[in-house]
């Protein structure tokens, strides 16, 4: 299924629920907040299998050749959704929150300390854009700080899922698509539904 027959099922439903009409634009922009609803609920309710690799292009591994931004003791990525795996010099790494990575790293607990052979690794949001992949414990130039500073014997190795919007929509197979646009009818009609709307509508007409 294409873009346009996507729309034109969108215009179907909405048509059979009685429900207005809405441009292309407008649609976009609910299917993209499906696509991400869509990968969220999988992600959460079934971990990450064969499903995410059928979805062409959206679960990525990259490694230290992969010409991905690499900063002292972080691995810069633009098109991040999730993180599924992450290993560092050949070990697996805990994959954490911030609050525990920072709990981690300070703590003096020895069954809890982050070493060379329990690493772990944690994702922040960074304030400039983009998502920074942090990795510990600190066997990098500069001892001390807590975290691995990279040097050209590191290796790691991330997987992720990557953002999918409207844009790759003949990407997604057609079995998902369908799933999606029945989350996007159904926040289409909801959003219509909803009495802050017919607040809004009747406020206009008077």
Request: glycine content about 6%.
């Amino acid at each position: 299924m294409n873009i346009n027959e996507a729309y034109d099922y969108i215009d179907l439903l909405l048509d059979k629920a009685n429900q207005p009409y809405f441009v292309n634009n407008e649609k976009d922009m609910f299917l993209n907040m499906s696509i991400t609803e869509f990968m969220n609920s999988k992600y959460a309710a079934m971990g990450i299998n064969q499903d995410f690799s059928e979805m062409t292009g959206a679960r990525v591994s990259i490694n230290q050749g992969s010409g991905v931004t690499i900063v002292d003791n972080y691995v810069e990525l633009t098109d991040y959704h999730h993180i599924t795996t992450a290993v560092l010099n050949g070990v697996n790494c805990k994959i954490v929150s911030d609050d525990e990575a920072v709990e981690l790293i300070g703590t003096n607990n020895p069954f809890k300390n982050v070493v060379e052979f329990h690493p772990i690794c944690w994702v922040t949001n960074n304030a400039g854009g983009g998502t920074r992949i942090y990795f510990a414990p600190d066997i990098g130039s500069n001892p001390g700080d807590g975290t691995l500073d990279f040097n050209v014997n590191d290796t790691f190795n991330i997987r992720y899922l990557r953002h999918v919007t409207v844009a790759e929509w003949d990407d997604i197979p057609e079995q998902y698509q369908y799933d999606i646009l029945n989350i996007t009818v159904r926040k289409l009609s909801a959003n219509i539904e909803s009495p802050n709307y017919q607040v809004q509508v009747h406020e206009e007409q008077q």
